[in-house]
C-alpha cells in the first residue's frame, strides 16, 4: 500500500551515506568531500556485504548515523499533528526506529551503487557563513542516467545536517510524511501501532 517511488529512496541512502557530518564552514565541500569518502568506500569493499555482512554495516553505520539531524527529520516525518499526538517516549521511539529502518534498508542496497560518480556544484562564492538553512545540489551519474540531487542543510551549532533531500524532484520528506500520515489512518491514529508498522520505503521509481 505504502511503496511508491522505491528506487528513488535506494538513491537517497546511497547518497546519504557519503555524508559524515563534521565542523565545515564551507557546507559545499562538506557535502562533496564525504561524498567522494563514501565512493572510496563502496568501490574498495564491493565484496564485503557478501562475506561479512555485520562489519559492512558497521563501515555504513559509522558514515549514515552522524549525518542527519535525526530529531528533526523524525518530527517533519510524524507531522505537527501526530508528533502531538505522541508522548515523549514515542517521538524519541519513532527517532530510532525511523533512523534504523533506513540503517538497516540501505545495508541490502548499497553495493549496486559501486561504480556510480557524484558531482557537487559549488558557487565561485560561499556566502553560507551568513545562513542558517541551505541547499546544495549534486549531480548522480549511476552510468545508465544522470539524476539531479538537493539537499536541505541546517546548521546546528558548528554543524551542518542534512534535514530533506528531493531526488529528480522527488520530496522525500514529504514522500516520508505522506507514509506515516496514511499508515496512522490505517491504525485509527494508534501512535504506538503505527510505529511498530512503520517501514521506509520510498518505492519504484525506476532508477537504474
Known amino acids: 500500500m505504502f511503496h511508491t ?22 557546507p559545499y565541500l562538506f557535502i562533496d568531500n ?16 557478501e ?28 507531522g505537527k499533528k501526530y508528533y502531538l499526538l505522541a508522548s515523549k ?3 524519541l521511539e519513532f527517532v530510532n526506529i525511523f533512523k534504523d529502518s533506513l540503517l538497516d534498508t540501505y545495508a541490502e542496497t548499497l553495493a549496486q551503487w559501486g561504480d556510480s560518480t557524484i558531482t557537487t556544484q559549488i558557487p565561485e562564492k560561499d556566502n553560507s557563513f551568513s545562513q ?3 541547499e546544495v545540489k549534486q ?12 539537499y536541505k542543510l541546517r546548521k546546528s551549532g558548528n554543524e551542518w545536517k542534512i534535514v530533506n533531500i528531493i531526488i529528480n524532484g522527488v520530496n522525500l520528506g514529504l514522500t516520508f510524511r505522506n507514509q ?5 489512518i490505517v491504525h485509527n491514529e494508534d501512535i504506538e ?3 511498530i508498522n512503520w517501514v521506509s520505503d520510498a518505492g519504484d521509481a525506476g532508477i537504474s
Open 34 to 49: 564525504n561524498a567522494q569518502k563514501m565512493v572510496i568506500v563502496l568501490k574498495s569493499e564491493s565484496n564485503l556485504f
Open 193 to 195: 501501532a503505527t510505529l
Open 180 to 184: 506515516f500520515q496514511a499508515l496512522a
Open 89 to 91: 517516549e514515542q517521538r
Open 139 to 150: 549531480i548522480l551519474n549511476t552510468g545508465n542516467s544522470k539524476y539531479p540531487i538537493s
Open 51 to 78: 562475506t561479512d555482512r555485520e562489519q559492512y554495516e558497521q563501515k555504513i553505520k559509522e558514515i549514515f548515523e552522524p549525518m542527519i539531524d535525526f530529531r528533526r527529520v523524525a518530527a517533519s516525518v510524524m
Open 5 to 26: 517511488d522505491k528506487n528513488y529512496f535506494f538513491v537517497f541512502l546511497f547518497l546519504l551515506s557519503s555524508f559524515n557530518i563534521i565542523s565545515e564552514e564551507n
Open 132 to 134: 542558517d538553512n541551505i
